[in-house]
C-alpha cells in the first residue's frame, strides 16, 4: 500500500518519532526520569531519500553528522 504522505512530511514524523523516543521514552525504560536525554550513541540509521547529494550536504554541514557508509539497493 502507497502512503499518500508528502515525503517531507514523513521525513519530519519520522525525526520527530526518533526524538521523542530517544529523549522521553528510552530514560523511563531505563528508570531515569523523563526529559532531554544525552545521546552518548547511535549503532545504525538507514533512510531513503530523493537526493542523496542534497541529503549528505545537509546531515553533514547542518547537523554535523558523518556519513560511514553508501548503499543503493
Do not use: N
Amino acid at each position: 500500500m502507497k502512503s499518500s504522505w508528502h515525503p517531507k512530511m514523513r521525513f519530519l514524523w519520522t525525526i520527530l518519532g526518533l526524538w521523542l523516543t530517544l529523549s522521553l521514552v528510552l530514560p523511563v525504560a531505563w528508570g531515569q526520569q523523563p526529559g532531554i536525554a544525552p545521546v552518548v550513541a547511535v549503532d545504525v540509521v538507514g533512510m531513503t531519500v530523493a537526493d542523496m547529494d542534497r541529503s549528505v550536504e545537509f546531515y553533514s554541514k547542518v547537523l554535523s553528522f558523518e556519513k560511514v557508509s553508501d548503499v543503493e539497493v
